[in-house]
C-alpha cells in the first residue's frame, strides 16, 4: 500500500486537485500525503484526547498550541484532537497516520514515537504563527489531509560539537525543539576536543574545573554538570531524541592533558589549547594511568547518559600507528560494552568487534572496510553534511576544506557510498563543528536550513524526493523557522517566504 501511494508522491504537485484542500509545505516530506476536502479548526470547545504512552506527545503539542493560539486545548481521555498508540495498526516504527476532517483529528502511531512524529506534521500544517511562542492572531485551521508516514532511516541526528566553543543547556534544548519539528532523532554531543573538556567528571574533577575553562579564542568555556547532562538526557528523550555523548579518544586529547601532569609522558601538563587549528594530541597510550583515566571516564559517562549507542571518537589520531590504534580502539569498544560503539570512519578497518558503527565523514574506503567488517554507518560525508562549511561563496565565515555546502548540497546526495547497501546504513547526521562558530547566532546560521535538508534526507523515502519540490517547501518552511525566532541562512537558492504574508 505504501509502496503504491509513493509513486503519486512523485507527481509534482500531489497537493492540488480540483476542490481539495491546500496542503502547506511540509519538512520533511511525509511518504504519503493525500488531501481531502474541506478542514478543522480549532477553537474555544477543542479537547485534546490521549491516554498511556500517547500522552507526553499530547502534554507537548497542547502547551505548545496553547501559547500561541490563547485556546484552552484540555487534555482528556476523548478529544477532538485524538492521539493514539497502536502497536497492532500494521505502521512501522516511529510511523504514523494523521487523518484530518470537518470532524476532528486523528494520530495513530505505531508507537509512542510515531503519535510524536505525527503531532510534528499537526504543528505544520496548521499557520507557521501556531509555533509562537505567545499568543498571536490567526485562524487555527487545518486542512483535510490524510498521511501516511514513516521514516527512511532509524538514524536521523544532528552532531554540536561543544568542546570548541561551549554552548548552554539552553541554548542546547532551544535545538532540541527544533530538531523534534523536523522529526530528527539523534543528539550527537562531542563534548571532549582539544580545546576543550565539557562534562564533569567526579573522579577526574580537573577535567572540567581546567579543561572546561576555555576554549576556542579563549574565551570562559563552561562545562555540564552530571545533573545537567542527565537532564539534557530527559529533556530530549520526552521529545524522542536520545542524546548519544562522545568522548574522542585517542586523539583530540589537549584538554584532558593539560589538565593532569601525570597523563603527560613527560609529567608536564601543556598550556590550554584556544587556537582553531586541529592539533589532535593524543593520549599517552604507553601509560598505564591513562587506561585507568579512560575506564574512569567511561564509567562515569555511562552512568549518566543511558543511550543504546555511544560515540567513542577515533578521528585523526595523527602520531599513534595503526597497530596501537586498532587495539585501542578495540579497548574503548570494551570499555563502553554492552553500549553499542559509534567511531569516526578511521575505526572502520580497526577490527571492531560487530555490532559497531562508523560514522562516514571522509573516507569511503574506511567506510567500506566497516560494512565488510559487520558494521553499519552513519552517513555523513563533510561536502554535503558538514555544517561548519560555508554556504557559498559570500560566506563570511566558516571551513572551506569539504565546501561549499548550499542547500542543495545537503539534499542531493545518497547516505549509501559507492559499494554499500542502504540496509548497511543505519542513518545520516549533520554535524556542526565549533572552531569558527562562537555563539547561538552562529551556530543557526550554520545548521538552519541544511539541518532540514538533512532531515528530509533521512526522513522521506527517496522515491519521493525531489530538489525542485524540497525547495518550494523550504521557502515556506522558512516563514515557521522565521516565527521561531531561527536566524536561519537566507539561502539564495531558495524563494522564501516571510512570516509577515502568512497568516
Ligand atoms: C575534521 S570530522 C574533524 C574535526 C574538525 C572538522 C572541521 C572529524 C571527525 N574531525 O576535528 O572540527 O574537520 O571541519
Known amino acids: 500500500m505504501l509502496a503504491l501511494v509513493l509513486l503519486g508522491c512523485t507527481d509534482p504537485d500531489p497537493q492540488k486537485g480540483a476542490g481539495k484542500a491546500e496542503i502547506p509545505g511540509l519538512v520533511p516530506l511525509p511518504a504519503l500525503v493525500e488531501p481531502g476536502r474541506g478542514a478543522y479548526t480549532l477553537d474555544a470547545d477543542t479537547t485534546i484526547g490521549a491516554e498511556g504512552d500517547a500522552l507526553s506527545s499530547a502534554e507537548l503539542l497542547a502547551e505548545g498550541l496553547r501559547a500561541s493560539t490563547g485556546l484552552a486545548l484540555p487534555v482528556e481521555a476523548d478529544g477532538d484532537v485524538t492521539l493514539v498508540v497502536d502497536p497492532d495498526a500494521g505502521l512501522l516504527p516511529e510511523g504514523y497516520t494523521l487523518d484530518v476532517d470537518e470532524g476532528g483529528v486523528r494520530i495513530v502511531g505505531a508507537d509512542a514515537a510515531g503519535v510524536f512524529y505525527g503531532t510534528q506534521t499537526l504543528r505544520q500544517l496548521l499557520s507557521p504563527w501556531a509555533l509562537a511562542d505567545a499568543p498571536v492572531e490567526g485562524t487555527w485551521t487545518v486542512p483535510a489531509v490524510y498521511v501516511e508516514d514513516a521514516p527512511r532511516f532509524p538514524w536521523r541526528g544532528y552532531m554540536l560539537d561543544v568542546a570548541r566553543h561551549f554552548f548552554t543547556v539552553e541554548e542546547v534544548e532551544r535545538q532540541i525543539d527544533r530538531m523534534a519539528l523536523h522529526k530528527l532523532n539523534r543528539l550527537h554531543l562531542h563534548l571532549t576536543d582539544d580545546q576543550g573538556w565539557r562534562i564533569e567528571i567526579k573522579s577526574w574533577p580537573n577535567l572540567a574545573l581546567i579543561g572546561g575553562s576555555s576554549e576556542v579564542g579563549g574565551g570562559p568555556g563552561g562545562y555540564y554538570t552530571q545533573e545537567e547532562l542527565a537532564g539534557l538526557v530527559a529533556y530530549a528523550a520526552e521529545r524522542h531524541v536520545l542524546l548519544v555523548p562522545e568522548i574522542d579518544f585517542p586523539g583530540h586529547a589537549h584538554a584532558a592533558l593539560a589538565s593532569y601532569p601525570e597523563l603527560n609522558e613527560s609529567g608536564v601538563a601543556p598550556e590550554l589549547y584556544t587556537g582553531t587549528a586541529v592539533i589532535s594530541t593524543p593520549l599517552w597510550l604507553e601509560g598505564e594511568i591513562t587506561w585507568e583515566f579512560v575506564a574512569d571516564v567511561w564509567a562515569e559517562v555511562l552512568a549518566v547518559a543511558p543511550s543504546v549507542y555511544v560515540h567513542i571518537g577515533g578521528d585523526e589520531a595523527i602520531d599513534v600507528d595503526g597497530e596501537t590504534y586498532a587495539a585501542f580502539v578495540q579497548h574503548l569498544q570494551a570499555v563502553v560494552a554492552p553500549r553499542t560503539a559509534i567511531g569516526w570512519d578511521e575505526v572502520g578497518p580497526a577490527g571492531l568487534a560487530p555490532p559497531f558503527v562508523a560514522q562516514h565523514w571522509y573516507d569511503a574506503d574506511n567506510a567500506r572496510a566497516a560494512v565488510a567488517g559487520g558494521g553499519t554507518l552513519i552517513a555523513s560525508p563533510a561536502e554535503h553534511a558538514y555544517l561548519d562549511m560555508v554556504h557559498d561563496n559570500r560566506a563570511e565565515f566558516g571551513q572551506t576544506w569539504a565546501g561549499p555546502v548550499n542547500v542543495e548540497a545537503a539534499y542531493v546526495w545518497d547516505p549509501a557510498p559507492s559499494g554499500v547497501d542502504e540496509a548497511d546504513v543505519l542513518g545520516v547526521e549533520g554535524a556542526l563543528w ?26 522521506t523515502p527517496d522515491e519521493a524526493r525531489l530538489w525542485r519540490t524540497f525547495g518550494e517547501r523550504l521557502g515556506w518552511h522558512g516563514a515557521r523557522l522565521e516565527v521561531l525566532g531561527v536566524g536561519y541562512y537566507r539561502s539564495p537558492e531558495i524563494a522564501w517566504t516571510s512570516a509577515a504574508d502568512v497568516d
Open 434 to 459: 565549533t572552531e569558527y562558530v562562537d555563539d547561538e547566532e552562529r551556530l543557526e546560521l550554520m545548521t538552519w536550513p541544511r539541518l532540514a535538508a538533512l532531515a528530509e534526507v533521512g526522513w
